[in-house]
């Protein structure tokens, strides 16, 4: 295997963050020949010219550009070590990457994640959206710290994870505008016809929300289909249709759209899941998350 130099590296991110090569020499206490064979030295290493001349200056190739990249990253982290071992803050915020479900309204997300953003610890958080089964399988490839999920991740297929419940909430029905005027008679034989707005059928929430239709014998007139629970809120402004919220969040939604509240059921529940790699959550801003969620928002 092949090892790169970390000596001639560091020479020549000097060179570059001083401004030539007598420059650094002066920083470092040494020659400027031997900062110059340590350069070439590198630049063998790689196969390809790190500078090129353009009068008395030297100036960096692509390749260069690339390398200086790398260098402040892999120079700066050492500077950071150090401060870490030492008991000395470095101020490198704590990364979190977050996987969000596609089907997870993204309001709810936001409310989930926002805890994490209060911590005493500087924070930067990194969102991927996409299925949540490919979201567990770069959990399970410790690509992600946690993924949020309106299901738990099914066992099976290779990959140990594990799904720690957050809460759950019943479903209310709401409307905004022209439609909530036409609505006659008690709940939930009202929805009978009405326009509605509900999310794709690869959601846990559909799949209940259909069987308890059928239960209680409405026969909504289903006029729009989402994945994507902005899309819906969305089309949802026009007051020509009725949609469902999870009812823990009716409140907060109302400080955001003129909605109107139609009926609830707690017999339809939206469940939220944590999904992470390891039984027990350590990660601050993870754990923040769950034990916000359920203390204030389920609690």
């Known amino acids: ?19 030539g090569v007598t420059q650094a020499a002066q920083e470092l206490h040494v020659s400027p020949p031997a900062i110059s064979v340590q350069l070439h030295e590198l630049q063998e290493f790689f196969g390809e010219p790190l500078f090129h001349r353009s009068g008395r200056k030297l100036v ?22 150090l401060d870490t071992v030492r008991n000395r803050p470095s101020g490198r915020p704590i990364r979190v990457d977050i996987g969000v479900a596609d089907v997870l309204p993204k309001m ?9 953003l209060h911590l005493r610890e ?27 999920s309106d299901s738990p991740a099914e066992p099976g297929r290779g990959i140990r994870v594990y799904n720690h419940p957050l809460g759950e ?9 022209p439609v909530v005027r036409k609505i006659k008679g008690s709940f939930p034989n009202c929805l009978s016809g009405v326009p509605l707005l509900l999310p794709t059928d690869n959601t846990a929430l559909r799949r209940e929300l259909d069987y308890w239709f059928d239960s209680k014998r409405v026969r909504p007139h289903i006029v729009g289909e989402f994945e994507d629970y902005a899309m819906l809120r969305a089309f949802a402004q026009s007051g020509r249709a009725v949609f469902p919220v999870a009812s823990v969040f009716v409140k907060e939604l109302r400080k955001q759209d003129a909605i109107v509240r139609i009926g609830a059921t707690k017999d339809v529940k939206l469940r939220f899941f944590a999904i992470s790699a390891e039984r027990k959550i350590k990660h601050p801003a993870v754990v923040a998350i769950c034990e916000s969620a359920r203390r204030q928002l389920f609690g």
């Open 1 to 19: 295997m092949e090892w790169l130099n970390y000596h001639h590296l560091y020479y020549f991110w000097r060179v570059v963050r001083s401004g």
């Open 108 to 116: 709810i997300a936001q409310w989930l994640i926002e805890p994490a």
């Open 122 to 148: 500087s924070i930067r958080i990194v969102c991927r959206e996409a299925a949540s089964d490919q979201l567990v399988a770069r959990l399970a490839a410790l690509e992600l710290d946690v993924v949020l």
């Open 60 to 81: 960096l190739t692509e390749t260069g550009r690339t390398v200086s990249e790398y260098a402040e990253d892999i120079f700066s982290l050492g500077r950071e070590l």
């Open 169 to 177: 909430s019943g479903i209310t029905f709401v409307g905004i505008g």
